[in-house]
């Protein structure tokens, strides 16, 4: 006779808790968003496209776009040496190089840029160094991607490394015992079955990377069409009472979220069907 | 699948291999490229600025020149100079930030004694920005502290405007209780008490009463309040007056190890001058600094209003070294104030 106790609730005690949920999200997150396109658009569409060419907003987005570019790379090179590493091999130390690596999503990105002006910056320890040598790091776009790298690092290992640690290394060896080298085991094996958890991880770093603002604010000096990234552009825009033009730069970071959860919906059905591997 | 997967990865590697070059590096158009590390508020004067100096550099050596910017609280801005960001020229909130940098030998200790009236070529001072028709009766300092009023005014720790805001209430304290150090600490503690929200620089906390709302009354350089009254219609907010306040003095510096570096000392050298010409001087009142220059200050009397101004060189201040150190160093008097 027992039915399960959330079917036993009453129609209106459903209707309310339903009605509560989709009010808090369309009310902290889609309402915003709305906001966001409602104010980069007051001015209409000429504003808003003379807003994304004005010299000092389209010096952010190439800064933004180079950045991200830039730290993708290095990220998903060094993610999957990462998951490589702590999945395929045991070694002494190797628990610990896990929870360091988790180690950016736990410090706050004002320390996170702070470090790198400690070490890079005029009173740093290599600072004086690289600047009488013509190296300039912090304050520019160097530093800019520095900090990027950082707070976005682990996204790529930490989609790698459950994925990896559950399909274990049997097909490697199985490979190896074929023939195959190093590398071929790598493209042929390991990269097909890791694919979609990959570009997962790839994307969520992406969103983070041009989104930055903390880590990044710090080390980058706000030299007006130069060091300024998208999110730093909005800022000074906003400050400087020029509202419409902060909000259509605002909406470049608002569509990219919106494509990001496009994909990943798309990557996550994929990663449902062959992610969990055979 | 595979096959999906392999062009989802070749467009991902053509947009991270196309996006550097997207970026080109600017193209130097300009002979000569200065960059000036200013405070919040300058944001307007030195856009108008940097055109006209572009324009007569050029007309005077036919080099064109670009002059990058970048504005934040004054503190903060000496610590990036400090850090390693390389400006050419320093144009700060208060001659302190710009010895705070001198300290650490990027610019020779005398740089105040280098340009005329204290190396600072515009002054200003602090007044109040109110709601229109002021419905709290604010007139002067200790309306402040009425119960019930709310008062926006930025951190003084990395604020320039900040410590001006800071050091105008303890003048007049001082003037009411007859040179009293302990009363001022007192009624400059009760005034920070009516403070919400501490903003890290001047243009923040404008934004924050003007645009978001808060508060009753904001603290404002002078050139701030004219400008939010300029952008926001004259029907939104008006300016008090106090009957007394600080002769802020802004000041301007060449940052020497910096243009040794890039050779640009002559071109800094220049453009700081520019500031003090009849051109720069009406630049400066048109976006409501005072201007030095007797005739220039006559012509724009009207605009600015006469009031008693206190300097930092006031005994009771001592200059701004001594200021810092007494109530603005760790565990100054006004840690001790806004601790309580």
């Known amino acids: 006779m027992s039915t399960s106790p959330v079917g036993d609730e009453p129609a209106l005690v459903k209707a309310l808790v339903i009605g509560l949920a989709t009010g808090i999200v369309g009310l902290l997150i889609v309402l915003p968003l709305i906001a966001v396109f409602a104010q980069a658009f007051v001015k209409g569409w000429d504003a808003y496209l003379a807003a994304l060419v004005e010299p000092d907003a389209r010096a952010a987005i190439r800064l933004t776009l180079l950045v991200t570019a830039l730290s993708l790379t290095a990220n998903t090179v060094m993610g999957l040496v990462m998951a490589w590493a702590i999945t395929k091999f045991e070694f002494r130390g190797k628990s610990l190089l896990i929870s360091l690596i988790d180690l950016p999503f736990s410090v706050s990105p004002v320390v996170a840029g702070l470090v790198f002006v400690l070490l890079f910056g005029a009173q740093g320890y290599f600072g004086p160094w690289l600047i009488d040598n013509g190296w300039k790091i912090i304050f520019s776009w160097p530093g800019i991607t520095l900090a990027t790298i950082f707070v976005t690092f682990p996204f790529v290992a930490r989609e790698l490394i459950p994925l990896m640690q559950e399909q274990g290394t049997r097909e490697e060896e199985a490979a190896v015992t074929l023939g195959a080298g190093g590398w071929r085991v790598f493209s042929r094996v390991t990269l097909p079955n890791i694919k979609w958890a990959l570009l997962y991880g790839v994307l969520l770093c992406n969103a983070r990377a041009m989104g930055e603002f903390g880590a990044v604010s710090v080390v980058s000096g706000h030299v007006r069409g130069e060091t300024n990234t998208i999110p730093l552009q909005v800022e000074i825009l906003y400050n400087e009472y020029q509202f419409q033009a902060s909000f259509a730069v605002a909406s470049l970071l608002a569509l990219l979220a919106i494509v990001t959860l496009l994909a990943k919906t798309v990557l996550e059905a994929r990663l449902g069907r062959s992610g969990g591997g055979h | ?26 193209v130097r158009a300009a002979d000569v490229t200065l960059l000036n590390v200013s405070y919040d508020p300058t944001r307007e004067l030195y856009s108008q600025f940097n055109r006209l100096f572009a324009e007569r550099y050029k007309a005077e050596t036919g080099k064109s020149v670009e002059i990058k910017t970048s504005h934040g609280g004054s503190g903060k801005q000496a610590r990036s100079v400090i850090d390693g960001l390389d400006a050419d020229v320093v144009t700060l909130a208060l001659a302190y930030d710009i010895d705070a940098i001198a300290d650490r030998g990027f610019l020779a200790k005398d740089w105040q004694q280098r340009l005329p009236d ?34 926006i005014t930025p951190n003084p720790k990395t604020s320039g405007g900040a410590r001006w805001n800071y050091l105008g209430a303890w003048a007049y304290a001082l003037k009411q209780s007859g040179g009293d150090a302990e009363k001022a600490k007192a009624f400059v503690g009760e005034i920070y008490k009516h403070v919400p929200v501490l903003d890290t620089g001047a243009r923040g906390s404008t934004v924050t009463f003007t645009e978001r709302g808060v508060g009753d009354v904001l603290l404002a350089w002078e050139n701030e309040a004219f400008l939010s009254k300029k952008e926001f219609g004259d029907d939104k907010f008006d300016i008090v007056v106090p009957s007394l306040s600080i002769l802020a003095e802004p000041p301007v510096a060449v940052v020497d190890r910096n243009v040794a570096r890039k050779g640009t000392r002559e071109v800094a050298e220049a453009y700081l001058k520019l500031l003090y010409s009849k051109e720069g001087q009406t630049l400066a009142a048109e976006n409501f600094y005072r201007p030095r220059d007797p005739e220039v200050a006559k012509a724009y009397a009207k605009v600015f209003p006469t009031l008693e101004l206190v300097t930092i060189d006031d005994p009771a201040f001592g200059g701004w070294r001594k200021a810092q150190q007494t109530h603005f160093a760790d565990g100054g008097v006004f840690d001790q104030i806004y601790s309580n």
Do not use: C, E
């Not at chain 2, 190396?119 to 009766?137: C, D, E, M, Q, W």
């Open chain 2, 118 to 151: 204290n190396a600072s070529p515009y002054t200003s001072t602090i007044v109040f920005l109110v709601r229109k028709g002021n419905p709290k009766g604010i007139k002067d300092w200790n309306d402040l502290t009425k119960p019930g009023v709310q008062v």
């Open chain 2, 1 to 26: 699948m595979s096959l999906h997967f392999r062009s989802a990865a070749v467009a991902a590697l053509v947009a991270a291999l196309a996006a550097p070059l997207a970026y080109s590096p600017p």
